[in-house]
């Protein structure tokens, strides 16, 4: 499995994804939301099926403040 960030737009009404290889700018003392519907980790390639209720562990890597964990929940799709 490996991961992208990606954000969603709609392009002349139909709802596209734009993978953003050189990640993401975050505004000094700003928050930046990953939510469905807009920028996202998307899950590339999985081996295994998530289950709704477990967690997994995802790394993000920030150029300033280097890696930090989280834990990731898996919900129902909606
Ligand atoms: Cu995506």
């Not at 975050?26 to 390639?45: C, D, I, T, W």
Request: net charge negative; glycine share 8%; aromatic share 6%.
């Amino acid at each position: 499995m490996f991961t992208e960030l990606h954000e969603t737009y709609s392009e002349n009404g139909v709802m596209r994804m734009r993978h953003h290889a050189d990640g993401v700018p975050v505004p000094a003392l700003a928050s930046l939301a990953f939510a469905p519907g807009g920028n996202h980790v998307m899950l590339m390639k999985l081996r295994q099926e998530l289950t709704p209720g477990q967690t997994f562990t995802l790394t993000l890597t920030f150029s300033d403040a280097g890696e930090i964990e989280v834990t990731v929940p898996v919900r129902d799709q909606q």
